[in-house]
């Protein structure tokens, strides 16, 4: 099937009436759309740069990091865009404004790199899935912009293991009258064969596809989801391909699809659509990424299933409960005997067509050793400063012991990550990045006096910087709530003139917004008006962030605002993803019905 420009999918279309909860909290442009390259000739007799092996491909929407081969981030990056401009024509966004920040991916040379780095996915998670199907991508809603990472190596799902036989070829009869095996020199060689192994690769290209897919959604169209739906949104388009220039094809079936639904068995709907599978124990029938994408591949082609999808989605986007949600969704015993001769049928898949310079190939530069040094700690950056919390009175032994395991594994990989960012800004004092990653570690961290510090260097290498301003301003309001209560109302006036000049250097920048309205909600007062209003911008620009969402809800619900207040936590609340705030958003929830 052939999609040609503009044409939407009607069940994709369904999405645009879920309530898009972030776009109307007055939208501001956040993030550049262009790049400026500048060329030159380094003057006589200065000293060559030192140059790393990073490099960084910008988009329109993207910024991709990756180590080692440019041609194949070229190819990434482009990718990447071409599933934007895809997506944007399937839910009629081609041309419309973009308020929201580019998302920041980081590709990384093999799974041992990745592993190494110790990120554990605390706003996003997937399945659960069985053993057999492992996920090496983390994907963090930043309140100050997404950041998403994976590495360039396929994966291999391993369903059943075979049994190592001994081929041996080029045989010779033996003296006795045999078989034997013949002598090295001889030609002779021993080849290893599995016999019976159900086995197939899963592509790093298609996972970080449709780990954006996702974030797509998220970002443009934010709403509470059902986790499987999200999921089988992103597998829908991990088979992404281009194979010519202008062409996109989406939507075919995934490489081992018919094994894997042999395999995993007939997994229950109405366990899905009521949740129930996301805390099933049982080893079978599984519930597999690819029943998630047979699930939502089914209905995204099927006009049969266009509005029942509309209507379902909206009613889990509107907070209902998971059954009053299904019912919406029809006769889900019709849904589950089709998704039952899906596996044997001929899928469907399509292919658009579009003028190629619509997507313009990405801007590659090279990173210098100092830019280099801080991509890692950038993207560690959220898993670090999140500490788990101290065992609450009561718990029982046992537990508190595990708790205080973990909170210690974290608060020292913490301190190595704020002990390598103090190493690479003295390596590099004149790196502006180096100081800037620095100063938001040790403020994110509870450092406020190394934080103005870093902020303060900072300010040396940028006088009137937005971020510089911003993070000392932070590092003055977390010194005053904490210092005598004589000097905070000083110290807190200080703080926001620093933040105020920071907005007025980069007004559309989401940290001064933020910290603009944590100088008041971390001392304990009522926010201003304009507060708010900064805190709902930097909302619009960053849909995806739970945190910010938190703060916007708590803010409106003080307001006596319970329907924009519903809207700003009812993603958070009642979305797909346990994240740290979800407990929060929940309580604010039930308090917009008094």
Known sequence: MTRILLRASAALLALSSVAATAQSLSPGKVGDNGSIVVTGTRPTGAKPIPMSDWHVAETDHLLVFSKGDQKRLT?????????????????????????????????????????????????????????????????????????????HTDQKI???????????????????????????????????????????????????????????????FPAAYPRWYLDGFGEIFATLSTPEDGAIEYGRAPEGFRDVMEWSGRYGLTDVLNGRYLSDKRDWPAWTPYQAWALSHLLFFSEEWKAPLSRYLAAVASGAAPGEAAARLGDVGKLQRELATYKGSKVPFERMTYPADRVPPPIVRQLKQSEAGFVRGKLELGARVEIPPAPPPGTDAETAQRIEKARSKALAARADWLERLQRNAARYPAELEAQLLLAEGECRSGNPQACLAAADRALALAPNGASALAWRGIALAQQAVAGPASER?????????????????????????????????????????????????????????????????????????PKEARKALLPVAKGAYESPERAKARALLEATKN
């Open 75 to 151: 190819r990434i990056a482009h990718n990447l865009e071409k599933l934007h401009f895809l997506l944007s024509v399937l839910l009629n966004r081609v041309d419309e404004p973009d308020e929201t920040i580019k998302l920041g991916v980081t590709l990384f040379g093999d799974t041992a790199d990745f592993d190494h780095l110790g990120l554990k996915n605390l706003r996003w998670q997937q399945g659960p899935y069985p053993k057999h199907f492992p996920s090496q991508l983390y994907y963090d809603p930043r309140e100050d912009g997404a950041v998403l990472a994976t590495t």
């Open 158 to 220: 391993l369903l059943q293991q075979g049994l190592l036989l001994a081929s041996i070829s080029n045989l010779q009869p033996s003296a006795d009258g045999g078989m034997g095996q013949s002598m090295a020199g001889a030609g002779g060689a021993v080849e290893n064969a599995r016999v019976g192994e159900i086995s197939f690769p899963v592509s790093a290209d298609g996972r970080l596809y449709s780990g954006f897919a996702q974030h797509y959604l998220l970002t443009y």
């Open 489 to 561: 109302n000083a110290g807190l006036r200080a703080a926001r003139a620093a933040i105020v000049r920071a907005n007025r250097a980069d007004t559309e920048a989401v940290l001064p917004l933020l910290g603009y309205y944590r100088t008041f909600a971390e001392a304990g007062e009522t926010p201003s008006a304009a507060a708010v209003d900064g805190l709902a911008k930097a909302v619009a620009v960053v849909p995806s962030a739970p945190a910010s969402r938190v703060l916007l809800g708590e803010a409106l619900v003080t307001r006596r605002q």
